[in-house]
């Protein structure tokens, strides 16, 4: 077995490397002395891919938004009966999510690993879908949407992506709506199955005290496909660089405005590499302007025009990208005229760069505070994958920021024509 090592001295981690011969790509990062043991068997597939074509055929296929979340929930249905009671009896802790651009199934556990392995890799590669459970399941998903239609948070993150994105599939709901889970069959699931669930397009990630031949050996073993394929071709709309609105409002059941904001950005041209870089750096910068240390954060703080619920966060993949920044306030918008002030007076004065030194240093030491968590480290891992890259790729990102490119990421990112704003106000 071909096993290939890769040391981080600088840290003390290791990552142990498989190459299945169905593509498939599987990786250990061994955390000795660790009770929990974690891992994850995710593939390159999220609500944003609704339209594509399949290796080996020509015509584009479109399906309804949501499905990738509603294939999702249909794995853990199998013909002998619930996966979750499977896990369940093994003591371990099963969970899956479905993101923008992936879909991921995990467990965590402490004893039985490798049963509970063998129990994940099965199940998502055995799908078993009736159009009796697809009927039944509509109805399920239909209350989540219902439910996420009405939560205001939900409601806030989703406003500004429409804010943001005139064509792009990011803004839709990643459960779908209503009517799009309507149109869901059992062959359009299986379409979509068959295309994306391939080993090819997938990633399996484990953390934990194991032996990386143990691991493998299960991974040879369980996986069922035998030979690589082509490329799925993934296809978006055109997407204007402009915002597509730069406000939204909606009245819901708040007792305090909610709000969001943040800055639309361009990552089409970058490596994977290089939106890593692009992603340090944004986050950097927005720690220095309205992090909890930040003179803007305390004048805001200090006027009642934002709580602790205030945060910031920044995405960024393959074909979109955004900063976002928000929480609860009395007034919204002039919290944006507040910042949108300060953020061009830095656009004039400069920034500051023993700030700049100060702050990376401790975005560097919570990076490196992650390695300390299996979960974390295994979300973080798949999270970066399918852009080319991977967690230790970002020890190089820290040691190659300066000065100078965060400075020029200000100046591209931080454009107040791309400033947009979404608020949620009492009904």
């Known amino acids: 077995m071909d096993i290939k090592t890769v040391k981080y001295d600088k840290i003390g981690e290791t990552l142990y490397i498989y190459e299945h011969k169905s593509g498939l790509k599987a990786f250990l990062i061994p955390k000795k002395g660790y009770s929990k043991k ?9 609500s944003i891919n609704n339209e594509f074509i399949v290796p080996g055929e020509e015509n584009v296929t479109r399906v309804p938004d949501g499905i990738a979340h509603f294939l999702e929930h249909k794995l853990f249905e199998q013909k002998d009966g619930s996966v979750m009671d499977k896990f369940s009896k093994l003591g371990s802790n099963p969970n899956a999510y479905t993101s923008f651009s992936q879909t991921v199934y995990l467990f965590s556990c402490t004893d039985k690993f490798d049963e509970n392995f063998q129990l994940l890799l099965n199940y998502v590669q055995n799908p078993y879908i009736t159009e009796e459970s ?14 996420y239609e009405d939560d205001p948070n939900w409601r806030s993150f989703f406003n500004l992506l429409g804010a943001f994105y005139k ?4 803004k839709i709901d990643i459960a779908g709506t209503i009517e799009s889970i309507s149109q869901i069959n059992r062959e359009i699931l299986y379409k979509c199955y068959n295309t994306f669930y391939h080993p090819s397009n997938m990633v399996i990630c484990v953390v934990g005290d194991l032996e ?3 691991v493998f050996e299960q991974v040879e073993k369980y996986i069922e496909h035998s030979e690589s394929r082509d490329e799925i071709k993934r296809l978006f709309p055109d997407e204007i660089s402009s915002l597509n609105k730069d406000y939204v409002e909606q009245s819901l059941a708040v007792s305090t405005p909610l709000f969001q904001m943040g800055f639309k950005d361009d990552p089409k041209g970058l490596s994977g590499f290089e939106t890593l870089e692009r992603e340090v750096a944004v986050k950097i910068l927005l720690e220095m302007i309205m992090g909890k240390s930040s003179a803007l954060y305390n004048e805001l703080y200090s006027q009642g025009l934002i709580n602790n619920t205030f945060d910031f966060d920044y995405t960024i993949e393959e074909n979109y990208a955004f900063s976002m920044f928000g929480g609860e306030s009395p007034d919204p918008v002039k ?14 004065t400069g920034l500051n760069r023993e700030d700049y030194e100060r702050i990376r240093k401790a975005v560097n030491g919570k990076f490196l505070r992650r390695f300390n968590s299996v979960e974390n480290i295994s979300h973080l891992f798949v999270s970066v994958y399918f852009r080319g890259v991977n967690i230790f790729d970002y020890l ?6 300066n000065f100078e490119y965060i400075n020029e990421i200000f100046s591209k990112h931080f454009n107040l024509s ?4 979404s608020v949620v106000k009492p009904a």
């Open 167 to 170: 064509s792009h599939p990011v």
């Open 134 to 147: 697809v009927e039944k399941e509509k109805g399920i998903i239909g209350q989540e949407i219902r439910m």
């Open 418 to 421: 791309n400033l947009a704003l």
């Open 335 to 348: 919290v944006r005229d507040i910042i949108s002030s300060k953020i061009e007076e830095f656009h004039k």
């Open 396 to 401: 190089d990102v820290y040691d190659k920021m």
């Open 212 to 214: 990386p031949e143990s």
């Open 38 to 46: 974690y891992a994850t068997f995710a593939t390159h597939y999220g």
